[in-house]
């Protein structure tokens, strides 16, 4: 799981060029919501009361003029510097595809 690895290290090298593949909702980054949005899911550890929310943060400059909040989307691409400056994010994906796509049966993480 990508956004427990980010979690993990504070060696951003180590993620750098690593591609990913990841599906989840969108939300907007707090700090950079114009060129930042994370892809995101629910993780249950216990029972769905429980269920936090994590994310992987997406560099996508204008991406409110193609997707939505809480829309469900694949992306695909490396992960690099983060270039945007209001961002607390260090690394971001930086998209080589985005595809909308329909809510899984279960979308929570287990």
Avoid: H
Avoid at 100 to 105: E, H, I, L, R, S
């Amino acid at each position: 799981d990508w956004s427990q690895l980010l979690a993990q290290t504070t060696d951003p090298t180590f993620f750098t060029s690593k591609s990913v593949d990841i599906t989840g909702f969108v939300s907007a980054d707090p700090d950079d919501p114009d060129d930042v949005f994370y892809v995101t899911r629910f993780v249950v550890t216990c029972c769905a009361v429980d269920a936090q929310p994590v994310g992987v943060p997406v560099y996508q400059p204008g991406w409110r003029s193609t997707l939505q909040t809480d829309e469900w989307v694949r992306v695909t691409g490396p992960f690099a510097s983060n270039p945007s400056a209001k961002s607390r994010q260090p690394l971001a994906v930086m998209p080589q595809g985005v595809e909308q796509v329909d809510q899984p049966a279960d979308p929570y993480v287990y």
